[in-house]
């Protein structure tokens, strides 16, 4: 399995990330950060398709437990997302922010269209932890409810996790060919997805001649529809299961799970793993270089004359108010791209929502009125209620799951433009002073990468949609005389402020985040600095106060450097065997 190789390459990094903190004097080093953020690189995979195809027998099989509930009929209502931990846990977020743990036994109450009708729970999501190997490496599986069943609700569901994703596996089944409700709804994951996988399950329904066909006619309607070459798996998520449950491994080659899970362990690897590997190996050779940089710097100042030391030390404090105003520069710029973002990017997008939301919700709520003139007057009143509630929280839901991943990679994308910007200011310190102190310097350009903090992805979650505006209506009753039409009208009133409100709130909410990100991010750049100029100033500090100790503490001192330097050039070494394996 790749994520073997993964895993063996992340546990290498960790210890060299540890052995780097272990040696004396690399100022301002981020191990425990960059710690978090190897153990933070998750993969999201979103199971999608119609209800039935088999999306949760799949979950289970790929972790070889009947951890979620299955059944014949449309079962799955709510998502369900599965994650490392070292025991069994369940969470049950609702749409109010509360939280509640469960026992196994009880998850059908809340994930099922049986045990939790219409979302009547109004639950959120459902969060496992689970000890299972096949997550240990980050992978997240997101359990989602079938499409196209009556109960319609359950699709709007499944959208919401699309953006999120680093793959989308869709499921068809091999004894239904490709309905028109799998189509319309690919035609949707198409646009919030960026790699989907299609498994054609349930194999074990058919011999092999008919699997082969069953496989090019859908191969030829998911073309079509994807205007590029598809690669359909053929699977039977049954056969995975029991092959695991029964510890059978015949089974298992049946299934052809172990086919299907090399290659998409080796898609997250290339799309993920590397770049995450890379990354922060980069980073690590980085700080060598200037840890190296600085001892070279001890060792120069115990040996140079005082009097010439303190001349070059002057001509580096010019030099250190220089980076201090280009460090200013940064921060002007940066509060600039940051408001942009919000004036550029999230208002104009919000605006496009506001009014495309309006149009097709008040021509949906014309069209439910007319199919319902039917009912009493308050009974229409309430159902229209309903649907403006119901449908706005919809809309708000999804546009904000889709917008929410958008500003996060086009914050980082000015996040990382930044970084590349600050280490050039730090290397060109460290270039000053390795010509002024004649010490060698090793430039390592790295391409760093920022990634948020998982809390801006999340939060909204235990802060949904909330629909104040609503208790507001209901207070104002309408006299039993007046006109369905002015209900109507009402409606459509309340409609356009809701819309206003929640989409108030939602951008209350980003641009929040996007200023505390930004704020946490400056820090970090800040700190870098620093710690660079610090880094430089207390090797040179560190020379002068031993040189006044006598030869004796001279000598000892510059042992000691010998040591540490060999114990960095090892570290080194291991870092670039490392990043060799890893373009392997
Ligand atoms: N024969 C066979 N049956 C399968 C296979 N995979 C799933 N099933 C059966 O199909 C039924 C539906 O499976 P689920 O995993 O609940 O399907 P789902 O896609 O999660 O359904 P919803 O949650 O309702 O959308 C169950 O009875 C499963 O046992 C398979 O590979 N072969
Ligand atoms: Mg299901």
Redesign the pocket.
Same mark, same amino acid.
């Given at each position: 399995m790749v994520l073997d190789k993964y895993s063996i390459l992340k546990d290498e990094l960790l210890k060299c990330i540890d052995l780097i903190a272990s040696i004396e004097g690399i100022p301002g080093y981020p191990s425990e950060e960059l710690r978090e953020k190897i153990q933070n690189n998750v993969f999201n995979l979103v199971v999608l398709?119609?209800? *039935?195809?088999? *999306? %949760? %027998?799949?979950i @289970?099989a790929l972790l070889g437990s009947e951890i979620l509930? %299955? +059944?014949?009929? #449309?079962? %799955?209502s709510i998502a369900t997302i599965l994650k490392y931990g070292e025991e069994l846990k369940i969470n049950v977020f609702f749409n109010d922010g509360r939280v509640t743990e469960i026992i196994p036994e009880d998850l059908r109450e809340y994930v099922t269209?049986k045990g939790n009708p219409k979302n009547e729970k109004d639950v959120f999501e459902v969060v496992i932890t689970y000890p299972s190997p096949y997550l240990k490496d980050g992978v997240r599986l997101i =359990?989602t #409810?079938?499409v196209g $069943?009556v109960f319609e609700h @359950?699709t709007d569901v499944a959208y919401q996790y699309l953006p999120k994703s680093d793959a989308a596996l869709f499921?068809l089944s091999v004894d239904q060919p490709v309905s028109k409700a799998e189509m319309d709804f690919l035609k949707d994951v198409r646009e919030y997805s960026n790699k989907i996988f299609f498994l054609h @399950? *349930?194999? =074990?329904?058919v011999d092999k001649e008919d699997l082969k066909e069953s496989i090019l006619f859908s191969k030829k309607v998911l073309e079509e529809i994807m205007n590029s070459e598809v690669k359909i798996f053929p699977? $039977? +998520? *049954?056969?995975?299961l029991d092959g695991k449950l029964d510890g059978k491994p015949e089974l298992l080659k049946k299934?052809f799970l172990l086919e299907f899970e090399s290659i998409l362990n080796t898609f997250l690897m290339e799309e993920k793993g590397k770049v995450l590997l890379l990354s922060v190996s980069n980073t690590l050779l980085r700080y060598l270089s200037h840890a190296l940089f600085e001892l070279g710097l001890e060792m120069k100042s115990l040996t140079i004359p005082v009097e010439e030391l303190k001349t070059k030390i002057e001509i580096f404090e010019k030099k250190k108010k220089e980076v201090m105003r280009e460090k200013q520069d940064f921060d002007i710029l940066l509060d600039g791209e940051v408001d942009r973002l919000v004036k550029k990017g999230l208002d104009e997008d919000l605006e496009d929502f506001k009014k495309e939301t309006a149009e097709v919700l008040s021509t949906g709520l014309e069209k439910f009125y007319k199919e319902n003139k039917s009912m009493s007057s308050k009974e229409l009143n309430v159902a229209l209620e309903r649907y403006v509630m119901d449908e706005v929280k919809n809309a708000c839901n999804n546009w904000w799951a889709k917008e929410d991943g958008k500003l996060a990679s086009a914050f980082e994308a000015i996040c990382s433009r930044f970084i590349t910007k600050i280490n050039e200011t730090v290397d060109s310190l460290f270039k000053f002073s390795s010509e002024l102190f004649a010490i060698p310097f090793e430039e390592f350009k790295a391409e760093e990468l920022w990634t948020v903090k998982q809390t801006f992805y999340y939060k909204f979650k235990e802060e949904p949609v909330m629909l104040e505006v609503l208790s507001k209506f209901l207070t104002l009753s309408l006299p039993k005389f007046v006109g369905d039409k002015i209900i109507l009208k009402k409606m459509k009133e309340y409609l356009h402020e809701m819309i206003d409100t929640q989409s108030g709130r939602v951008r209350f909410d980003f641009a929040e985040r996007l200023d505390k990100s930004k704020l946490d991010f400056r820090w970090e750049m800040y700190e870098r600095i620093e710690a660079t100029i610090k880094g430089i100033s207390s090797a040179i500090d560190k020379g002068l106060n031993q040189k006044s100790e006598g030869k004796k503490a001279v000598e000892e001192r510059k042992k000691v450097l010998l040591e540490n330097e060999k114990r960095m050039n090892e570290v080194k070494e291991r870092l670039i065997q490392l990043q060799q394996r890893v373009s392997l």
């Open positions: 398709g119609q209800f *039935k195809r088999g *999306k %949760t %027998t799949l @289970n509930p %299955t +059944a014949v009929i #449309p079962l %799955t269209e =359990d #409810p079938g $069943s @359950n499921l @399950n *349930k194999a =074990d329904y699977l $039977s +998520a *049954k056969l995975a299934s």
